[in-house]
């Protein structure tokens, strides 16, 4: 099938009509394949889902959907003023279309909007969290429970070693030797893992988003304001903490996630300041004082984790994360050990941020 074809073919089954219609990619994304779809009159933004990451594409659909209904009804209720992506019905009345290039799913496309690779300032980073927080504010009476586990233990730090552990044993393509100083690093930081153990029990499981990148959030064209929270498809219970960390480890950096520039990866204090601000606020009435307290093993967790899994797909062979050269994933890792390293170093400073700002 050319990429014509498939144009055809998802346009057919969506029910876009008109002459002109294009297929092009968007994004930044490291799983799917998502790609604009326009015709005429329409647009819809499509995803061929990655069957290997997700082998229960069902599932992914089942749980965005039960989600999309729940912030409709607080949007009616006016309790939720973002945008909601809403998945598109086939002709045929299914979410869900197959073809001999995979399993594709379309969602309504939010024109007059953009997203950011990299915060461009303060502002924007307390917009971004602020809609973030109150994304999590409306998911607060969703029962989690109702949603599929897509990705079992997604952050779970101990999984993640474990996992890490195992391909340094098999070294499948001979890479160690290529990154042995980066994988010795790892090995050294794991008593993370029993920091996060400790806070279970005393911290809430909440319904949430955990992939709050900085590209994962539509801005408004004209306004800057935030338009939509975005990438649904690893919404699962989980802790605040994870969604606050990954929005340390995406905006506080000036750096893009893959930057070589390594000497200029650092956290820009002022942008933390911001991510606190524009986070808890929604939350305050219902942030337990334990979470607001796990925030910093949050911010030091999501960097070096991600890390981790980045390293882990380098050795592996590249299996996991769609990448543009053979070094990517070892310059992704390299990038956030940086960035973790960064955290580390300025945390006296990032503890009063966080102390002043959650008070
Ligand atoms: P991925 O799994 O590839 O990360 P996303 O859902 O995050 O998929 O989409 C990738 C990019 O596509 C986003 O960063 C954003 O720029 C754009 N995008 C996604 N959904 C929409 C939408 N509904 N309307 C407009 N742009 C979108
Ligand atoms: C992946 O799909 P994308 O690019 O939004 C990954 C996240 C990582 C992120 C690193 C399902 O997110 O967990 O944090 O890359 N998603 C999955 O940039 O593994
Ligand atoms: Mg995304």
């Known amino acids: ?7 055809t073919f998802l346009s057919e089954h969506f029910g876009l009509t008109g002459q002109q219609i294009s297929l092009n990619p968007i994004g930044n994304g490291h799983i799917n394949t998502t790609m604009l779809l326009k015709a005429s009159q329409q647009s819809l933004v499509v995803q061929k889902l990655n069957t290997d ?6 599932q992914l659909v089942n749980n965005a959907r039960l989600i999309e209904h729940h912030l409709t009804d607080k949007h009616h209720a006016g309790d939720y003023d973002l945008a909601i992506i809403r998945h598109v019905r086939t002709v045929n009345d299914n979410f869900l279309v197959n073809c001999e290039h995979g399993v594709w799913r379309a969602l ?3 024109g007059g909007s953009y997203s950011e690779d990299v915060v461009a300032n303060i502002a924007q980073a307390q917009t971004a969290a602020n809609a973030f927080g109150k994304f999590a504010l409306a998911l607060q009476d969703f029962d989690a429970k109702q949603l599929h586990s897509v990705i079992p233990h997604f952050h779970d730090l101990a999984m993640r070693a474990e996992k890490f552990k195992a391909v340094l044993q098999h070294d499948p393509v001979n890479r160690l030797a290529q990154c042995q100083v980066d994988v010795d690093f790892c090995l050294s930081q ?3 893992i029993d920091e996060l153990s400790a806070l279970d029990g005393n911290i809430p499981l909440r319904a ?4 709050t990148k ?7 064209s004209h306004s800057g304001n935030a338009k939509a929270v975005i990438d649904l498809d690893t919404c699962m219970p989980g802790y605040w903490l994870f969604d606050f960390g990954d929005m340390v480890r995406t905006f506080c950096s000036p750096e893009q996630e893959d930057s070589t520039n390594l000497a200029n990866v650092r956290v820009r204090e002022e942008i933390f300041a911001a991510i606190v601000k524009g986070y808890v606020a929604p939350l305050q009435h219902v942030i337990t004082e334990q979470e607001k307290q796990s925030f910093w093993l949050g911010a030091k ?6 890390g981790l899994r980045f390293l882990t797909d380098f050795i592996d062979g590249d299996h996991y994360f769609a990448t543009k050269h053979a070094n990517h994933n070892l310059q992704r890792a390299q990038n956030q050990f940086a960035l973790y390293k960064d955290i580390l170093r300025k945390e006296t400073t990032l503890k009063t941020i966080l102390n002043i700002n959650t008070l």
């Open 1 to 7: 099938m050319t990429s014509n074809s498939v144009a």
């Open 108 to 110: 309504e496309f939010i």
């Open 301 to 306: 967790v999501m960097p070096f984790m991600i």
């Open 208 to 211: 949430c988003h955990n992939d």
């Open 214 to 220: 900085i590209n994962n959030m539509l801005f408004c």
């Open 53 to 58: 990451v997700f082998p229960e594409p069902e």
């Open 190 to 192: 794991f008593d993370l």
